[in-house]
Nanobody, 123 residues
Framework: QVQLVESGGGLVQAGGSLRLSCAAS????????MGWFRQAPGREREFVAA????????HYADFVKGRFTISRDNAKNTVYLQMNSLKPEDTAVYYC????????????????WGQGTQVTVSS
């Protein structure tokens, strides 16, 4: 069992930056692929980014490429999402996710979810 706790959300102006963190419990974190999803009001949850177990392979949704960066620190059991050049349409609840496979590209539901953290981008 893996527990995921997100932090770092908040209110930011358009063009600004935020860094989300996801702290994971469990000794198997370093073997899991990790991902970020988001869900805006009235919309389905969508894939944002994913990292392989060592962080060597990453995948991004087209709408965040060049703006967001996923990274991880296996020594700290933490995965990050650096979000730059934020837009109002990035406003959503952001969810951390874990996949027992070592590689993941967001094409199927993950095995574990965090509770989510709100990101609001004002225009």
């Amino acid at each position: 069992q893996v527990q995921l706790v997100e932090s770092g959300g908040g209110l930011v102006q358009a063009g600004g930056s935020l860094r989300l963190s996801c702290a994971a419990s469990g000794r198997t974190f370093s073997s899991y692929a990790m991902g970020w999803f988001r869900q805006a009001p009235g919309r389905e949850r969508e894939f944002v980014a994913a990292s392989s177990w060592r962080g060597s392979v990453t995948h991004y949704a087209d709408f965040v490429k060049g703006r967001f960066t996923i990274s991880r620190d296996n020594a700290k059991n933490t995965v990050y999402l650096q979000m730059n050049s934020l837009k109002p349409e990035d406003t959503a609840v952001y969810y951390c996710a874990a996949v027992t496979s070592g590689y993941y590209s967001g094409t199927y539901p993950p095995d574990y979810w965090g509770q989510g953290t709100q990101v609001t981008v004002s225009s």
